[in-house]
């Protein structure tokens, strides 16, 4: 196939590159029991020199105060200063949600912190991504939403059909079953039908800090009738799109219809595992790089 065929390939690798390149400040490690859970800059890093009775501030790390070493005395001396933060606009919205800091998924926390704290403190966070996909007769399709214009992260961007962050003690299961329904309107029997793909993890930096993100990437096949709807107000519209115009709306830098990072790197996965060569050519090796899935075992 022509260049011009896979026209997209070359802008989405360079989008994504830029998007994924390691942080250009300078972090140190909030650590704990010798295992770096978080990252902070320097700013932040000396920001919690006033909170002398929650963390140790040293020039190659952040710790707790000695005395706090289990996750409910963590988690209860950490509440003020988070709150504080949010009091000053240092936060994105509150979401009254609580998020785990933990060496791995689904095992004991270190400590709990509220959702609108997580890229502040730079710790690792884990998500589901539903790819919505659906046969056609002329091929393959996806469905895509648009968040709406209100949310605290990514306003108004294109995303997958159904993402969100899994809150401490929730299973993944659960969180796409409750993503599903409340994003797209997919009632469980059907969000039960989704497969896990593999995960991605992101490490990148924002305005609202350091995003680390694990994604458990799911494909869901739709029946062709099925129109998503949204339930809780944080989508503002949803489009079926042919792989080739996904591919192509991945590739946007900027403007109305660019794709958050993370769905891009979820719908990139999608897309490279089920039309790789006929979508990008010779630059698929190059984008998979770009997002290297784990996949089950």
Known sequence: M?????????????RLGRALRPPRQRYRPLRIDGVDAGWLTDARAARLRQYDRVFRVEDDAVTFAPGLTSAPA??????PVVATLAEEGALSAWRDERYPCAPAFGVPPWFLVERAAARWFGIRTWAAHVNGLVRTGDGSAMW???RSPAKAIDPGMLDN?????IAAGETVRAAVQRECWEEAGIPAALAAQSAVTGTLTLRREGAGGLQWETIF????????EFVPANQDGEVAAHRRVAFAEAARLLAASGGPDEVTVDASLVALDALLRRAGTELFGDY????RALCPSERPA
Do not use: F, K, Q, Y
């Open 161 to 165: 059909l159904v993402g969100g962050g």
């Open 74 to 79: 963590r988690t209860r001396a950490l509440a």
């Open 2 to 14: 022509s260049d011009e065929h896979h026209a997209p390939a070359r802008p989405l690798a360079e």
């Open 284 to 287: 698929a090796t190059a984008l």
């Open 144 to 146: 895509i939403a648009r």
């Open 217 to 224: 990437v799911h494909d869901l096949w739709l029946p062709a």
